[in-house]
């Protein structure tokens, strides 16, 4: 039998269509379902998949725009095409030329959330940053995000950008483990500071975003404490039982070293992180982890 209340909110919402339902983009499409919301999403080969989560696959590639299929009209638009260095394709085509291609074919939107970096900041001198502060990256990746994010701003000037900072959760820590474990050396220097997120809190930002964000909004999404390299494996190496982390200094200078604030977010959209900082967040993360 049908659900009769389901069916009046998704009547009553605008679709969901998502470009990169992936690690974050499955997670917001599970979470919209269950409110009862249509959700769509490209797919280049998993329709299969999509379907089976209740999510109607559209069949395309951003990079082949002869195949984008017709796109819903007036929906909320989750953008999170992240690059895939196995892809073939270079960072410039993914984030440039993709989004190029779905921005000239895509029906003005109800909302349009893109989730960006915080690598456009460049700021290496360890001090905090916010939205206001400039956004001139000093590497290349993020001089192609800080790209991407004035490509979609000359097209659609209503568009709402998220910088997420580095993403972490279930499946996401476990490549370092058996590094730990060996007691091999970490790349890096442990005083660098990292600006983290748990992939849940990230989601309950898109959420609220799509949602509740004014037009051309911007926002920083990270948790409430910066931790340092050293701090963030020596804690996992806790969590492992692996021995105490090793570092292996690079021998560049300090880049991309600063400490980012959610203040806005925050302030402007409620938003509370479930997982204000590591120690909430990677214990909850690797309970949650297939091993």
Same mark, same amino acid.
């Given at each position: ?11 009553? *919402? ?42 109607? !696959? ?11 299929? &017709? ?7 989750? $953008? ?14 993914? #984030? ?17 959330? #893109? ?5 456009? $900041? ?16 000093? =590497? ?12 979609? +701003?000359? +097209? ?11 993403? $972490? ?7 370092? @483990? ?5 007691? =091999? !050396?970490?790349?890096?220097? !442990? ?37 340092? /390299?050293? =701090?963030?494996? *020596?804690?996992?190496?806790?969590? $492992?039982?692996?021995? &105490? &982390? ?7 200078? /300090? ?18 992180? @479930? ?17």
């Amino acid at each position: 039998m049908s659900n009769p209340i389901a069916a009046s909110a998704e009547a009553l *919402t605008p679709p969901l269509v998502i470009f990169g339902c992936g690690y974050v983009g499955l997670r917001l499409a599970q979470q919209a379902r269950q409110s009862g919301q249509k959700v769509y999403a490209l797919t280049r080969r998993r329709e299969d998949f999509l379907a089976q989560h209740g999510i109607i !696959p559209l069949i395309g590639d951003v990079l082949a725009p002869e195949t984008l299929p &017709p796109l819903p009209a007036g929906a909320q638009v989750l $953008y999170a095409i992240g690059w895939d260095r196995s892809s073939g394709w270079t960072m410039r085509d993914v #984030y440039l030329r993709g989004l190029a291609h779905v921005l000239e074919r895509l029906p003005t939107p109800h909302r349009f959330v #893109y989730i960006s970096s915080t690598s456009v $900041y460049g700021q290496c001198d360890g001090n905090w940053v916010d939205e206001d502060s400039p956004a001139e990256p000093t =590497e290349e990746a993020g001089q192609l995000v800080r790209e991407a994010e004035q490509l979609l +701003h000359h +097209h659609l000037p209503q568009a709402i950008l998220l910088r997420s900072a580095g993403i $972490y959760g279930p499946n996401r820590l476990l490549r370092r @483990r058996d590094q730990l474990l060996r007691g =091999e !050396p970490i790349p890096g220097d !442990p005083q660098r500071w990292l600006n983290l997120i748990h992939v849940d809190d990230l989601v309950t930002a898109i959420h609220l975003a799509l949602r509740q964000a004014p037009p051309a909004a911007l926002y920083n999404v990270v948790d409430d404490t910066p931790v340092t /390299r050293g =701090e963030f494996y *020596t804690l996992l190496a806790e969590l $492992y039982g692996a021995p &105490p &982390p090793r570092f292996a200094e690079l021998p560049e200078p /300090r880049a991309n070293h600063r400490r980012i604030r959610n203040t806005r977010l925050r302030h402007q959209l409620n938003w509370q992180p @479930r997982y204000p900082s590591i120690r909430e967040g990677l214990p909850a993360a690797l309970a949650a982890t297939d091993t």
